[in-house]
């Protein structure tokens, strides 16, 4: 089983709309949850981090955890086409010393004018 | 802009060739990282340093090399590479929670 999983998309939603991607992971003890954003030959760069169960939500980005289902979701409304990348799940793993963040293999989103 | 920067952006080198990436923060973080990631796959961690001691080597083989003089800079010191290393190399620092990547070096075989 990986340790963080996302389905690989392609997402395809039409502008204006909510884009919802999802994210599981196995490590009951991870504590701290991310969302990273990458365009295509560039490198990922942080959108969301949340940390406690329920949403947080910044600007157009929503971020939900369920710590007990193990899922970790986000929302992007009035998507537009700028936001078409790929969108990659990180979470803390809680079983190294190392400071190690487990990235899922990413999420391809493509915004349809 | 992250604060993490790396040298060279792109890189081409021929598999006798021995070469180095650079990356640099200033942003008071004690842990670093190098990750691949080739095209269309997931990020590959390779090595995790933490207040400049190596904590992780993802079976990486020996022709990568790392290297943490202090926690402000980390290299990858590379020889005899295969045409299948081609990648994307991204250096990452953290602070208490938060990983920040670099921009990368685009890195072809020949």
């Known amino acids: 089983q990986k340790e963080v999983e996302q389905n690989s998309g392609p997402l395809s939603v039409p502008e204006g709309a909510i884009a919802s991607l999802n994210c599981t992971y196995s490590?009951?003890?991870?504590?701290?949850f991310f969302w990273y954003r990458q365009y295509s030959g560039k490198s990922p760069e942080l959108i969301m981090s949340?940390?406690?169960?329920g949403d947080k939500e910044d600007g157009r980005f929503t971020a939900q955890l369920n710590k007990a289902s193990q899922y970790v979701s986000l929302l992007i409304r009035d998507s537009q086409p700028s936001d078409s990348a790929t969108y990659l799940c990180?979470?803390?793993?809680?079983?190294?010393?190392?400071?190690?963040?487990?990235f899922g293999s990413g999420t391809r989103l493509s915004i349809r004018p | 802009e992250t604060g993490v920067t790396q040298t060279p952006r792109h890189l081409v080198m021929g598999m006798t060739n021995k070469k180095s990436l650079k990356c640099e923060q200033h942003l008071g973080h004690n842990a670093m990282y190098w990750y691949k990631q080739s095209a269309k796959k997931p990020l590959e961690l390779m090595f995790v340093y933490n207040f400049k001691e190596q904590t992780e080597n993802n079976s990486v083989p020996s022709r990568f090399s790392p290297e943490c003089p202090n926690s402000s800079h980390l290299f990858l010191h590379l020889h005899t590479l295969q045409p299948e290393d081609s990648a994307l190399y991204l250096c990452?620092?953290?602070?208490?929670?938060?990983?920040?990547f670099g921009p990368g070096t685009r890195l072809l075989v020949l």
């Open positions: 990452a620092s953290r602070s208490q929670e938060t990983q920040y």
């Open positions: 990180a979470v803390t793993a809680q079983y190294s010393s190392a400071s190690k963040i487990i």
């Open positions: 490590d009951r003890g991870s504590q701290s």
């Open positions: 949340i940390y406690s169960n």
